[in-house]
């Protein structure tokens, strides 16, 4: 479905920043001032000393310096720790977006019913077995208790 989300017109706006990324022209771009793409976050930030770091260059903006830094302070490789700014930044972005997102997505689902129908009957379809096997044995585990609810709810309805 996220495919299809894709095709619709909805673009991830990290994709295509990475995508961006990858060019290899320099991520400065002018917008009432000089600004620079973060290559962590893929975040245009004003080139200014709020947003920047220059003694510690320019391949990643303050905030992201940051988590960097916590990361390695929890004993990260620099490796993971990247990673970890990343996904610090991922997240608020996810967080800001969140809104626009789920309503793009709830308009795409509600223009496009068929298709969620049809995944959804393709994907019980291919799930079958494990979803009964899941039931049966939450059945199975939970039998005397189910019953005793039972029992009690038809004594109650005998005693009304
Ligand atoms: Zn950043």
Do not use: F
Request: hydrophobic share 35%; proline share 2%; charged share 35%.
């Amino acid at each position: 479905m996220t495919a299809d989300l894709y095709r619709a017109g909805y673009s991830s706006g990290y994709a295509a920043g990475r995508r961006a990324a990858n060019r290899t022209h320099l991520p400065v771009r002018w917008r009432d001032g000089y600004e620079m793409r973060c290559s962590t976050c893929l975040e245009w930030w004003p080139l200014d000393e709020e947003n920047w770091v220059p003694r510690l260059g320019m391949a990643r903006c303050r905030a992201c310096w940051r988590a960097y830094k916590a990361a390695k302070q929890r004993g990260y490789t620099a490796e993971d720790a990247a990673k970890a700014a990343r996904n610090e930044a991922q997240r608020a972005r996810y967080h800001a977006n969140r809104r626009r997102y789920n309503e793009a997505a709830r308009a795409w689902r509600a223009k496009n019913r068929e298709k969620v129908a049809a995944y959804n009957a393709k994907y019980r379809a291919e799930h079958r077995e494990e979803t009964l096997a899941r039931s049966r044995a939450y059945y199975a585990e939970a039998r005397p208790v189910i019953l005793a609810k039972k029992r009690a709810a038809h004594r109650g309805e005998a005693a009304a």
